[in-house]
C-alpha cells in the first residue's frame, strides 16, 4: 500500500510508462538495435525535457523532479515498460500530470495541421528542437503496413500507426523549416555571467547561462555603459529576468529587464 499524506494524498515514487509496438514486424518479437536505440533516446529526452519545462513554469522543487529512469522489457513481446523512480516520494505525478497529456497533445498536434488551442504545447514544441526530435525517434520503429505503438499511461492509451508516424514525421520536418525563418520572444529567469564581446562590436557584452558553453548577445533597457562602466560589469555573475529572442531552439539575443548581481543577491 502507498503512503498518503495526512491528508489522504498518495505518496508516489515510482511512475511507469508504456511502450507496446505491435504488428508483423513485430511478431517474432524482434527490433532493430539501432531502432531501439533511437527510440529510448527520444523517451529519455522527451521526458526530462518536459519535466524541465513543467519545473520552471510551476517553480517545482528539484526534490519535487529529481528521477532516473529504468527500463523493463517484458518477456515474449516488443513492450518497454520506462519506470521513473523519484528521489522522493511525493503526490505530484510527473507521466500522469506532465509526460502523457503533452504527449497526446504533442502528437494530435502534428497529425491536426499543427492546429490546436492548447498554448503549452504550441510554446514547448516551438521552444524546443530536443523535444520535436524525440518524437521523430519515438517513431522511429514503426515502419510497414499494419505496425503501430500503443502508449499507455495508468487506463490512457494513446495508437499511433505507419500512416499517423508519416504523417507527425512530415509536420515536424515542414515545422523545422518554418522555424529557421521564425523568431519568437520568451520571457525567462536566468542566472549567468557577463562575458566580453569584441571591442568593436557595438553591443558592449554577452552572456554565457550557466550550464552552457556559448555566449548570448547581452542588452539592456533603458541603461547605457561607458568604456569604464562595461569593464567593471564584466564577468560578474547575475541573475536577470529577460526578453530572450530564439530562433530554431537556440537563443540568439538577450535583452535584460532586471538584473541583481549574484553576490549582492541577499545582503538587501
Known sequence: MEPVTI????????????????????????????????????????IAEVVRYYKQKHNLLDAD??????????????????????????????????????????????????????????????????IRRSFEDILTPINGDGNQVSIQNGNITYNINVTQKEEIVDQIKR???????????????????????????????SFRVNETNKDIPLYFHDLEFNLEDRQEFLGQELVIKADVTYKNGTRKSITVKEYKELANLFTQ
Open 7 to 46: 491528508f489522504g494524498d498518495v505518496m508516489q515514487k515510482e511512475e511507469v510508462l508504456v511502450f507496446k509496438y505491435e504488428g508483423e514486424k513485430f511478431a517474432t518479437h524482434e527490433i532493430n538495435i539501432n531502432e531501439l536505440i533511437s527510440e529510448l533516446k527520444g523517451v529519455d529526452v522527451l
Open 65 to 130: 523532479v529529481s528521477f532516473e529512469v529504468l527500463v523493463k522489457v517484458e518477456d515474449g513481446s516488443i513492450k518497454e515498460i520506462i519506470k521513473i523512480v523519484k528521489k522522493n516520494a511525493t503526490t505530484l505525478t510527473l507521466i500522469s500530470t506532465f509526460v502523457m497529456p503533452f504527449l497526446q497533445s504533442g502528437f494530435d498536434y502534428y497529425l491536426n495541421n499543427r492546429e490546436t488551442d492548447n498554448t503549452e504545447t504550441v510554446e514547448i514544441l516551438e521552444n524546443s528542437q530536443k
Open 175 to 205: 515545422h523545422e523549416e518554418a522555424l529557421e525563418e521564425q523568431e519568437n520572444v520568451v520571457e525567462e529567469d536566468l542566472m549567468g555571467v557577463v562575458s566580453i564581446s569584441r571591442y568593436d562590436d557595438p553591443n558592449p557584452f
